[in-house]
């Protein structure tokens, strides 16, 4: 063997090396621990004797024991023996000198205003979305007089009213109370949202924040990074945001998420049910009187003159209890169906998905909250359809009479064609709403507002609903047949399909149009319109829903 040549890769680095950097940074930190502590220990001791020195001249032997107290909590908070973790009004609060340095950071033209560029450049610094939608809605919380800009008295008292808030967010990462976050910090709270991620982004997200370069994130280092997240994401989704800011990939949602949407779709779909009941029964009625024609006017007419106003209204509570469920489901199944695919696909972090996978998505949502909720949208149709005298009572009630006359198979009555319905009209509906969100946001430049969703919710509803139409017509009929005396004229899906065609017409299968328009537009875009208006209140989904430039 040749002892003359070396090998001419370096030798490895020493496991200790590693050792030392992580005992160097948790050094560091506790170092910072304790001159905080003995901060605040001076500070307090000062303030007690202050009082002490006030109430000597009236009670010289209280005074004394107060001081005497006071020093021995001050030791034993030095020592260890009094748990000293901070609590939110326990953080020191922002004093102007931290305002006026974190305000300068941002304004780097030393202006005196914030303006658009300014918050451009600060949140493409921290990993934030840099876009003009982004932006807007920073400025909007920001600049409460509109001027276009803002000034170091908006941005302080936007950062004073909502001071707890972001100790509250720094706190609940900071679980040992030791005023920094260090990364083993970070990497617990984000597996505490159920979130997979390793030990290197907790270190990606340390190094985002740390502009001290001291392998820690402090205080005024993290409310650095809150000022620019929108009120609902620093209250409720900080540490998520942060670890998509840090890391190059989509990052999975939190365990809440899905609840939060299924929460916000049912809210929507109670209201915009309720507002659109009257067209929802009228419509019901003219696709369940085979060869007459009625119109929407005529059909309301009806309904008013035979049960009153009341009977507008009639199976709206059982429709609220089928709506309630059935669209929170949809909601929540069609975002983790996407969030999922967007985990699993091969185009990694661009955050986008195809039509095909929007389609795959939508109608799983169809599938499962038709599947789930079919019992009830049944007894809610003999109920709006069947005379009184042949079904009456409440949701249980008129259960149990189909049960008994019909058998328990008649609550699945019509399974089929609703799941087939359902599973075109959610796929459809949810993809036409993506894509006239994206043709919207390229033709205006700028994403639609809240009521501007909801309107292209409602049409992507209507040209969905002319797609389903002669579906819908089927199950009515097939659904209302044997009940009330009404004879069995249809054998299936199929024979129910041409025997309407061959004994009324292709149009029949179009029967109750308007009345449907009427309806699903207003009713899709008041779900749309809550629905967003509810997701940023509770801060659903990520920062990803922004464009990033």
Same mark, same amino acid.
């Given at each position: ?126 990993g934030l979305p840099s876009s003009d939608d982004y932006v807007s809605e920073l400025m909007m919380q920001y600049d409460a007089r509109q001027a276009g800009a803002v000034s170091f008295h908006d941005f302080s008292a936007y950062v004073r009213t909502q001071e707890q ?228 009572? $409440? ?6 009479? /189909?049960? !008994?006359?019909? %058998?328990?198979? +008649? @609550?699945? #009555? &019509? ?76 054998? $299936? ?6 025997? /309407?065609? !061959?004994?009324? %017409?292709?149009? +029949? @299968?179009? #029967? &109750? ?37």
């Open positions: 063997m040749a002892y003359d040549t070396l090998p001419s890769h370096s030798p490895p680095v020493p496991r200790w090396c590693d050792h030392f950097n992580e005992a160097r940074r948790k050094f560091r930190a506790a170092t910072i621990n304790c001159a905080s502590k003995l901060e605040e220990c001076v500070r307090v001791q000062q303030e007690r004797n202050k009082a002490v020195e006030k109430g000597r001249r009236r009670n010289p032997w209280l005074a004394s024991a107060s001081l005497a107290l006071g020093e021995l909590s001050v030791l034993a908070s030095k020592s260890g023996l009094i748990n000293d973790r901070k609590s939110a009004h326990q953080l020191p609060k922002i004093t102007e000198e931290e305002l006026r340095r974190q305000f300068d950071r941002v304004d780097t033209n030393n202006t005196g205003q914030l303006e658009r560029r300014d918050i451009q450049n600060a949140c493409a610094s921290l808030q972001m100790q509250r967010a720094f706190l609940a990462i900071d679980k040992d109370g030791t005023g920094v976050i260090t990364a083993e910090g970070a990497l617990y709270a984000v597996h505490s949202l159920g979130i997979d991620a390793k030990e290197k982004d907790a270190v990606q997200m340390i190094k985002l924040l740390d502009a001290s370069s001291d392998g820690v994130v402090s205080y005024a280092e993290f409310r650095m990074y809150l000022c620019l997240l929108p009120r609902a994401h620093m209250r409720q989704n900080s540490t998520w945001n942060w670890l998509g800011s840090a890391v190059d990939r989509v990052v999975m949602a939190p365990r809440t998420q899905p609840l939060k949407q299924l929460f916000a779709g049912s809210v929507s779909g109670a209201v915009s049910k309720t507002l659109t009941a009257p067209l929802e029964r009228a419509r019901m009625m003219m696709q369940a009187t085979p060869g007459e024609s009625v119109s929407v006017r005529r059909a309301l007419t009806r309904i008013m003159r035979e049960e009153g106003a009341a009977g507008l209204f009639r199976g709206n509570v059982v429709s609220l209890v089928k709506i309630i469920p059935a669209s929170g489901l949809q909601f929540a199944v069609f975002e983790s169906g996407k969030d999922f695919l967007m985990l699993r696909s091969s185009r990694g972090g661009s955050g986008d998905l195809s039509t095909g996978e929007r389609l795959l998505a939508g109608s799983a949502a169809g599938f499962v909250s038709t599947f789930v909720c079919y019992p009830l949208d049944t007894i809610k149709t003999q109920m709006s359809v069947v005379s009184s005298s042949a079904v009456s009572g $409440n949701l249980s009630s008129v259960g149990r009479q /189909i049960i !008994r006359q019909q %058998g328990a198979l +008649a @609550l699945y #009555k &019509g399974l089929v064609p609703t799941l087939v319905t359902d599973i075109i009209g959610n796929g459809v509906g949810f993809t036409l709403y993506d894509t006239f969100n994206s043709q919207f946001r390229k033709r205006v430049g700028r994403k639609p507002q809240p009521a501007e969703k909801g309107l292209l919710g409602g049409l992507a509803a209507c040209c969905c609903m002319t797609i389903t139409m002669p579906l819908e017509v089927v199950i009515t009929r097939m659904r209302i047949q044997g009940s009330g005396g009404r004879p069995i004229l249809y054998k $299936n899906t199929a024979d129910c399909l041409v025997r /309407i065609s !061959r004994t009324e %017409g292709v149009t +029949a @299968l179009w #029967k &109750g149009a308007s009345a449907t328009y009427g309806k699903v537009f207003p009713q899709i875009a008041i779900v749309y319109f809550i629905f967003e208006l509810v997701s940023r209140e509770l801060a659903i989904k990520d920062l990803q829903k922004y464009d990033l430039k």
